[in-house]
């Protein structure tokens, strides 16, 4: 189970850290990913990190803003979100990565929900 | 970026019939497609990867096919709890990307 945490309203320019909860799995065995969705569209990959943080990537549209991080022995992973943007709205999800990199998104969160206005 | 270009945008098809999707890439990306279904306020889930593999617990009624740039999914008789959005995904390469989503509606 994956259980995001952490959305809320928040002004452009604002920071934002959301969580994942990860249970029923060996976390630490995973590579995860940040996926997003605003409002009415479609699904935007977001960032990587591999199983033991060694190698993370990020999508063009949120490199040097947003970094992705996890505690294996806390079983979470994390996005820190800096310089937020209107069009950072989304409900942010947390998948799960069977892959090597970005390849499988086998189990999903429910979503958080990221709001950028003022 | 490869761009996967999925299509229909909609369809309304009615229980018991076979409905068809397809994606198509930019580049040929071999097999490498995934298929989920998203239903409403829900998150996605993994129905088929690499293109044509059942997910474990998915319904043999949904199937995929293709490779190089053309992709197809398909639903054999259509059931009610199959009203949702369809999104391809390709992993390629970084980044990987969907398509814009097929939103399925019952007759």
């Known amino acids: 189970q994956l259980v995001e945490s952490g959305g809320d309203l928040v002004q452009p320019g604002g920071s934002l850290r959301l969580s994942c909860a990860a249970s029923?799995?060996?976390?630490?065995?995973?590579?995860m990913n940040w996926v997003r969705q605003a409002p009415g569209k479609g699904l935007e990959w977001v960032s990587y990190i591999s199983s033991s943080s060694s190698t993370i990537y990020y999508a063009d549209s949120v490199k040097g803003r947003f970094t992705i991080s996890r505690d294996n022995a806390k079983n979470s992973l994390y996005l820190q979100m800096n310089s937020l943007r209107a069009e950072d709205t989304a409900v942010y999800y947390c998948?799960?990565?069977?892959?090597?990199?970005?390849?499988?998104?086998?189990?999903w969160g429910q979503g958080t929900l990221v709001t950028v206005s003022s | 970026d490869i761009q996967m270009t999925q299509s229909p945008s909609s369809l309304s098809a009615s229980v018991g019939d076979r409905v068809t999707i397809t994606c198509q890439a930019s580049?040929?990306?071999?097999?490498?497609v995934n298929w989920y279904q998203q239903k409403a306020g829900k998150a996605p889930k993994l129905l088929i990867y690499d293109a044509s593999n059942l997910e474990t617990g998915v319904p043999s009624r949904f199937s995929g096919s293709g490779s190089g740039t053309d992709f197809t999914f398909t639903i054999n008789n259509l059931q009610p709890e199959d009203i949702a959005t369809y999104y391809c995904q390709h992993y390629d390469s970084l980044p990987c990307s969907f398509g814009q989503g097929t939103k399925l509606e019952i007759k």
């Open positions: 580049q040929d990306i071999s097999n490498y």
């Open positions: 029923g799995f060996t976390f630490s065995s995973y590579s």
């Open positions: 998948a799960r990565d069977r892959g090597a990199a970005a390849q499988y998104f086998d189990y």
